[in-house]
Structures are given as C-alpha cells and as structure tokens.
C-alpha cells in the first residue's frame, strides 16, 4: 500500500488479489462493507446502500468502547466495475469536519486489482489525519477478508 498527500486530500493505493467485479462489490454491497470497513477494532452493525447515481448511503460504526455514530452520503458517479464517487459526510460532526468526496478507481493488475482512492479536501490536517489511518486500516482488512476466500 502506498500514500501521499496533497494539499489536503488523502491519495491511497493499494493492490488486492481479486478481480475488478469482485472488487467493486466489497466496495459497495452492504454485506461486504460490513466485513471490512474502518478501523481495526471498529464494527459496523448496519449498511444501507442504494446504489444508483443520487442514491444515499449510510453505516453505523460502532468502536470497541463507546457509543455508535453514523457516516452517510450521496453517490455521485457508478461505473461497475471500475469507479464509485461519493460524497462522505459525519452525521455527528466535529467541529473541524466538513463534507469530503471520495472517489474510488479500479484498474486490472498482475495480481488482481488495483485500488485507488482520493478523498478530500480536508478542512485540517488532523481530520487528513484520522481519514488516512481509517482508511489504511480498512484496506488491510479488505485484504485479510480477500485471504481468507481464496
């Protein structure tokens, strides 16, 4: 996996060993996010997605300790299986938190697919922060879901 910053948008790459089709529905079927989304630790007891351009979505993330808080948005652009864009926004926002878009690009590699993700802009690097951690967390355990299929 590899990152870099710009600005304040989160660039994240990763390579995952699955096809493209299979790929984008771990991305976007609630089942499947249910089975990999955010950070170790963090489970989401509930997934609504309607999939369809101006649909909505929205996750329950529960921590290990503490009480659930939600994280809901509007798809924007669905090109099975290939991208997913939408917008990602704190139904319990912090004060520094703002509405981000993220967009989510699949390519066939060697190995399986590659994932490439841009979410932004960020309003402080502290929220970049915490994105990037979640994020990266959430791509390991979509590869250790992967593993433990094939």
């Not at 009480?67 to 099975?80: A, R, W, Y």
Request: aromatic fraction near 10%; include cysteine.
């Amino acid at each position: 996996m590899s990152e870099h910053t710009s600005g304040l948008v989160l660039n994240l790459e990763c390579t995952v060993p699955a096809t493209p089709e299979e790929t984008f529905r771990l991305l976007t079927e609630p089942d499947e996010l249910a089975a990999w989304w955010g950070p170790h630790g963090f489970t989401i007891p509930a997934v609504e997605v309607n999939l369809v351009a101006g649909g909505r979505y929205r996750f329950t993330m529960a921590p290990p300790e503490g009480e659930p808080f939600h994280l809901s948005g509007t798809f924007l652009e669905i090109d099975p299986p290939w991208r997913v864009v939408y917008t990602f926004s704190w139904e319990e926002p912090a004060p520094d938190d703002r509405e981000t878009v993220v967009d989510l690009s699949l390519a066939r590699a060697d190995s399986g697919t590659h994932v490439v993700l841009s979410q932004g802009p960020f309003l402080t690097e502290e929220r970049l922060a915490l994105h990037t951690a979640g994020w990266s967390d959430s791509f390991q355990k979509l590869g250790t879901v992967l593993a433990g299929r094939a």
